[in-house]
């Protein structure tokens, strides 16, 4: 291996930013799929992590990296970012990745030579200093300063070894010139390992006591225990770290689990501000409006809470044009609408029949384009008093004009009455009532088939959380794959080439499901990434 001054041809193909980002990938993937019994309390290296760190990201076992890297080497997004790098595949990239770091760590073997105990636990921290550094649990001290000397010499020009004493512990150092450029202090059988600056934090950091630890901290041990069991990764956010200041979080504690099957994340984040506004966070008992939804939905939502609720969030969500226009004309959105409806509203997202895919990707700019000439919504509500629906809607239409818009009320041929909608870019979101819902969509096609559903259709959503949104990406590709020769365009043929080639590298991420929840203002979240057979790892 060469200096970072003449790094091989692969190593300036990996490059600087994907180093960092796989770094971070395998930091995050890596864990142990087999410990989850022991990764239910304390692993031990919170002995050598201090509890006034800003962050600490605890990775249970390094031994199975290698299985968890696998699996990401296999993903076909990996090896279509990794051919525009230069490489043949996935695991030609994370064979020159693990190249410049110069330990495979996809090998138990390798990390034994380099003197790491596999078996245990490791993590980074960062410091309010700024200054971050690693726990590597050591198993052959003479090996790991080995592997450290090499690396240093190598990755950092470094060839100056020296010693700094501070009582038992000792400083090893690597420098070029006067100051280090890495080093490392063995502690409770951790080898403390930073760069820079950071080296001048390692005494400290080697002495310190078991109270100052985060062995000792009883937040964090509680923290863990609302973690799911099963977990390859903990990271941990602690009240007051600057890392949240603009945050609306004091705290997130999260933890993260790679399998063949998919990537699992949740998390648990405490509210700063008042606890009245998670209030729209708690899920309510609802009958369900799936059923109403089309089966051709790539994405579908349902909010379970209480939409009376909502009133803290409603200017954020209408934006600061639509809350302007219902002030100016006296609309009161939470007694007119919020205070209406019942918890269970659904809504999707289908793929229009003939998306201007030549086009390019559309603006998010809804004055310069429509959004329903590329996917079509679908949604139900449940009212608490359906007589208030049209005269509601009829007070909305008077003030459409504010707002770009022109909403006019009209009875459909089945004798419903339907507020149809139309602005600068064409068709916006329509409504109609019918008993004790409200069905709103765009086109006006897939109102007419809300109305005459009979909610019967097989859409589902997993989880009973407030909140919960999917995404079938299967279902999104086969819609972008069926579509006619007509919605790409006079030679749209590179067009379409170039989004197959997309979609081919992307077919074994097969779905997203994202739910969200709140309780003793705590917002829980958690995110699945489920992936195909495609993504599992050959023996």
Request: hydrophobic content about 45%; overall charge neutral; proline content about 6%.
């Amino acid at each position: 291996m060469k200096s970072p001054s003449s790094l091989s041809p692969a190593g300036e193909r990996v490059g600087e930013r994907g180093r960092t980002l796989l770094l971070a990938l395998l930091m995050l993937a890596v864990g142990c799929g087999k410990c989850s019994k022991s990764s239910t309390s304390s692993t031990g290296v919170e002995r050598v992590l201090p509890r006034g760190a800003v962050g600490v990201v605890v990775v249970p076992a390094l031994a199975s990296a290698g299985q968890k890297l696998k699996i990401i080497e296999a993903l076909k997004v990996t090896a279509f970012a990794a051919q525009l790098k230069g490489f043949d595949d996935g695991k030609a990239f994370a064979d020159a990745l693990v190249s410049e770091l110069g330990v495979d760590v996809r090998s138990a073997e390798a990390l034994e030579k380099a003197g790491v105990d596999g078996s245990r636990a490791a993590a980074l921290a960062a410091l309010i200093t700024g200054h971050a550094y690693l726990a590597l649990p050591v198993k052959d001290e003479k090996k790991l300063h080995a592997a450290l000397q090499a690396l240093a010499t190598q990755r950092l020009g470094a060839t100056t070894m020296g010693e700094r004493h501070f009582g038992e512990l000792t400083v090893k150092t690597f420098s070029a010139g006067a100051a280090p450029k890495l080093g490392y202090v063995i502690s409770n059988g951790y080898a403390l390992v930073t760069d820079g600056a950071g080296v001048d934090q390692l005494p400290g950091l080697g002495a310190m006591t078991q109270s100052d630890s985060l062995a000792a901290d009883q937040a964090y041990a509680a923290e863990l225990q609302k973690l799911p069991k099963d977990r390859d990764v903990v990271v941990y956010l602690p009240t007051g770290t600057p890392l949240l200041v603009q945050a609306p979080f004091s705290a997130v504690t999260g933890a993260i689990s790679l399998t063949p099957a998919g990537l699992f994340v949740t998390a648990n984040a405490s509210w700063k501000g008042d606890a009245t506004q998670l209030a729209a966070l708690a899920p309510q008992p609802s009958k369900s409006l799936l059923g109403y939804l089309p089966a051709d939905a790539f994405l579908v939502t349902r909010y379970s809470g209480d939409p009376t609720k909502l009133s803290a969030w409603a200017r954020q969500m209408l934006g600061t044009h639509l809350s302007r226009a219902f002030d100016e004309g006296g609309f009161d959105v939470k007694a007119q609408v919020l205070d209406q409806l019942q918890p269970g509203a659904v809504a999707s997202l289908s793929l229009s029949e003939r998306p201007p895919m030549d086009k390019g990707v559309p603006t998010l700019d809804l004055r310069q384009t429509n959004p329903f000439t590329y996917v079509h919504l679908s949604g139900a509500a449940a009212t608490r008093s359906p007589a208030d629906v049209v005269p509601t809607l009829e007070k909305i239409a008077s003030l459409a004009p504010k707002f770009g818009a022109e909403m006019s009320l009209r009875e459909r041929p089945d004798g419903q009455k339907a507020m149809i909608t139309t602005y600068a870019q064409g068709e916006g979101v329509h409504f109609a009532p019918k008993g004790d819902l409200v069905f709103f969509a765009s086109p006006v096609q897939r109102l007419d088939a809300l109305v005459k559903s009979d909610g019967r259709g097989p859409v589902s959503l997993d989880g009973d959380d407030a909140f919960a949104v999917a995404i079938d990406l299967n279902k999104l590709s086969a819609s972008v794959r069926a579509l006619p020769e007509s919605a790409w365009g006079i030679g749209g043929f590179a067009i379409k080439a170039t989004t197959v080639r997309w979609l081919d590298a992307t077919d074994d991420l097969e779905r997203v499901t994202i739910n969200v929840g709140a309780k003793d203002k705590v917002v829980q979240a958690k995110v699945v990434l489920t992936l195909g057979g495609a993504a599992k790892p050959s023996p």
